[in-house]
């Protein structure tokens, strides 16, 4: 069985900040990971996918993401956090690029300005 | 290309009645799958379908059904509702030619409350 955590509901970050975002990931085969963004009362936007062509993963919106197989985990990071960014994040795992999403229980992140 | 629609974006329903939702891939996608997020249970995948056929089940009860058409567009159905059915529902397609390299891409959702 595969599965996702991340660590921290909530996270807080000044503007131009630093936006890390953590996940850790349990899979019994090699695992295609994501992270989404849900903006409020939308759907979930894919923001970037590991796939194992690349451990060092650029998304959207500045957005990218390290696949460590040692310490089993994928956190989500920003140099430089923007108002814009305020959403909730959620990692997920599958076995296969389209099979059935595993969802992490996600992570709110507020901007202050 | 356009993107998945799902309709209707709200509902509200009293126990005991059914709801039927709709779901649109996007133009050339075969896989829709279908999940359910509450603030209890979180984002939980539901079912998938793939060329009309059911090809992945999680753990629902049999009150959540869904089909799929030759045109790739896909309901799901949930008989006698509950208050804990109450929830955003979000269809995802997948183009689904290489599994491997594929991704879904989620719809804006269905927003259903149940009274």
């Known amino acids: 069985a595969q599965s996702v955590t991340q660590l921290g509901s909530h996270v807080s970050v000044s503007e131009g900040a630093l936006v890390l975002l953590r996940c850790n990931y349990s899979?019994?085969?090699?695992?295609?990971l994501f992270w989404y963004v849900q903006y409020p009362n939308q759907g979930l936007q894919l923001l970037l996918k590991?796939?194992?062509?690349?451990?060092l993963v650029k998304g959207i919106n500045g957005f990218e993401a390290e696949f460590k197989k040692s310490e089993t985990s994928f956190h989500l990071t920003k140099p430089s956090a923007h108002m814009s960014d305020a959403a909730e994040y959620f990692c997920?795992?599958?076995?296969?690029?389209?099979?059935?999403?595993?969802f992490g229980t996600g992570t709110r992140l507020t901007i202050i300005p | 290309k356009a993107g998945v629609t799902q309709t209707p974006r709200y509902l509200i329903k009293t126990r005991g009645q059914q709801v039927t939702l709709s779901c649109s891939p996007i133009?050339?996608?075969?896989?829709v799958s279908w999940y359910q997020q509450t603030p209890g249970q979180g984002l939980q995948f539901l079912f998938e379908?793939?060329?009309?056929?059911?090809?992945n089940k999680g753990n629902f009860p049999g009150r959540f059904s869904g089909r799929q058409f030759s045109n790739s567009r896909s309901e799901m159905n949930v008989s006698t509702l509950e208050l804990g059915d109450s929830a955003l529902y979000l269809c995802?397609?997948?183009?689904?030619?290489?599994?491997?390299?594929?991704?879904?891409?989620f719809g804006p959702g269905t927003r259903l409350t149940v009274l």
């Open positions: 590991y796939t194992s062509a690349a451990t």
């Open positions: 995802a397609s997948s183009s689904s030619e290489t599994r491997a390299a594929d991704t879904q891409y």
């Open positions: 997920a795992v599958s076995r296969f690029g389209n099979e059935k999403l595993t």
């Open positions: 379908y793939f060329s009309e056929t059911q090809r």
């Open positions: 899979s019994s085969v090699p695992p295609y």
């Open positions: 133009s050339g996608h075969r896989s």
